[in-house]
């Protein structure tokens, strides 16, 4: 050991340092993850993440490495299948009573409940819709969306403030796909304009066959709007010169598919969201020819229209939703038939697909009604094509 003396101070060097084998180096992740190959080895993408961007998972019925029915699943197997589908709390008790995947293919979600100790009505969807998948044999787009997506996905529409709910629950990507009004009350959305907002959103996700990416962060096409994040339609606010009000979005639920999708959406609505006083009428003039210049005239005309339409329902900042009751007839025949839980799905399935702005594939049953001025875009583009225009 050799020393030098400079100033005050005295350092030491070590002439013959001892170093660890290379081979032996850990290297610590966060959470006290060390690596899983010693020895090296190739380089291989798809590793440890170290963004936040969209994650995705495979579907329980794509998980075709055992090569064998869900049904003939071992106990062991059945049981790191839940570990990974993010349900691994119910492991211990799943262990006790699973024999193999059969077990799990037979029972109610009153015997998840009472078997796997699974009081969460949502944690019991999510498995019954797995299994349903597994029995169906039908692989859909959306089981590819894990529930970490969801959480990302809750950004860009605008609603933060539930990732908590949602990630509690374990929603997922299928899930979001077979929400429920009393599903969205049971995850604390009470305000009817995020209901709204989700509904859209989804349809805008049936629109890209649930593309993780489809909604726009920042500078799409103006053709796009319907793919318009949260973030990117406060962009668009600061590039009108209401950079000031911008911040106010944050929470609101508000994204391009709200503006597009939602008639009752008006430049009103979207300055009681920004806060904007009334008595500023010169600044609400200017947010008005603004709004109206990104939805197009038509649709201006139209959502105004419906606007004063016999019979029309305000849209505000405030309306809570309430839970469906059952009514003194359905309690007398709920125990001779099922409800049906699809007549009430936030966003109702539909197979059929249009075409709209050139770009996007829209469900049909879910648009025409709900949106005027997307039908009559559609019709047009849908002539143009006919006509070799396109």
């Known amino acids: 050991m050799d020393f030098i003396y400079i100033s005050n101070c005295i350092f030491y060097f070590d002439v013959n340092p001892v170093y660890p084998h290379p081979h032996r180096l850990r290297r610590t992740q966060s959470g006290g993850f060390q690596a899983a190959d010693p020895e090296g080895g190739p380089f291989k993408r798809g590793g440890l993440r170290a963004t936040a961007g969209p994650r995705l998972t495979r579907s329980p019925e794509s998980q075709a490495s055992t090569r064998i029915p869900f ?138 066959r649930f593309n993780p990416n489809c909604l726009r962060r920042r500078q799409p096409a103006p053709s796009e709007v319907v793919q318009w994040s949260n973030h990117r339609v406060m962009e668009w606010l600061r590039a009108v010169d209401l950079a000031e009000y911008a911040p106010n979005l944050r929470g609101s639920g508000v994204h391009g598919g709200l503006i597009i999708l939602e008639p009752r959406f008006s430049s009103e609505t979207l300055a009681l969201l920004l806060n904007i006083p009334p008595q500023k009428t010169l600044l609400r003039r200017h947010l008005a020819t603004a709004f109206s210049a990104l939805v197009g005239t038509q649709a201006t005309q139209e959502k105004r229209e419906y606007g004063n339409a016999t019979g029309h329902v305000p849209l505000t900042t405030t309306a809570k939703v309430k839970p469906k009751k059952l009514g003194f007839t359905q309690f007398s025949h709920l125990r001779k038939r099922k409800p049906d839980e699809s007549l009430d799905y936030i966003c109702p399935i539909d197979s059929g697909t249009l075409t709209v702005n050139g ?28 006509d070799g225009y396109i």
């Open 71 to 208: 049904s003939q699943w071992t106990k062991e197997q059945v049981c790191g299948w839940l570990e990974d589908y993010g349900l691994g709390q119910y492991v211990n008790l799943t262990r006790q009573w699973v024999e193999n995947g059969q077990t799990l293919l037979s029972a109610t979600p009153q015997d998840f409940e009472k078997e796997m100790g699974m009081k969460n009505p949502l944690h019991r969807k999510k498995l019954q819709l797995a299994l349903n998948a597994f029995t169906a044999k039908v692989i859909e787009k959306s089981s590819e969306l894990d529930y970490i997506w969801v959480t990302r996905w809750l950004d860009d529409i605008g609603l933060p403030q539930y990732k908590d709910h949602f990630h509690d629950a374990r929603v997922d990507g299928r899930m979001i796909q077979y929400l429920t009004v009393n599903d969205l009350l049971t995850l604390k959305v009470t305000s009817q304009l995020h209901h709204l907002s989700i509904k859209c959103a989804i349809h805008v996700l049936h629109a890209n």
């Open 359 to 386: 770009v996007s594939r829209l469900p049909s049953a879910a648009l025409r009604g709900l949106s005027p001025n997307l039908d009559r875009h559609t019709e047009k583009q849908e002539g143009k094509e006919r």
